[in-house]
Nanobody, 123 residues
Framework: VQLQASGGGLVQAGDSLSLSCATS????????MGWFRQAPGKEREFVAA???????TDYATSVKGRFTIFKDNKNTVYLQMNSLKPEDTAVYYC??????????????????WGQGTQVTVSS
């Protein structure tokens, strides 16, 4: 099973960026998929998650209203990031399949991870 994240880059504050995460090896049609991020020296933190129907289930407070998550029926999850801020700078990771009944905000509760894509927002 592989999750391949892409779309990161260097942008200026206020710009937009779109990340995508394609999966292979199995389908996640009925599973939650999400995004986390990790800045240097910090723990990996929850960003957003989308449910089995593709609709968002939750957003971190820090990105609510600026980021949009969407999961299509081809097992690809997207993260549209608008109004980017320097504090959004991090490596962004996609994740799939949450352990049943556990919090989606805890990275330890996810079964599959992508390799990460760097997002850098300059001021």
């Amino acid at each position: 099973v592989q999750l391949q994240a892409s779309g990161g880059g260097l942008v200026q504050a206020g710009d937009s960026l779109s990340l995508s995460c394609a999966t292979s090896g199995r389908t996640f049609t009925d599973d939650v998929m999400g995004w986390f991020r990790q800045a240097p020296g910090k723990e990996r933190e929850f960003v957003a998650a989308a449910g089995w129907n593709g609709e968002p289930t939750d957003y971190a407070t820090s990105v609510k209203g600026r980021f949009t998550i969407f999961k299509d029926n081809k097992n690809t999850v997207y993260l549209q990031m608008n109004s980017l801020k320097p504090e959004d700078t991090a490596v962004y990771y996609c994740a799939a399949e949450i352990k049943a009944g556990l919090s989606i905000r805890n990275p330890q509760n996810w079964n599959y991870w992508g390799q990460g894509t760097q997002v850098t927002v300059s001021s």
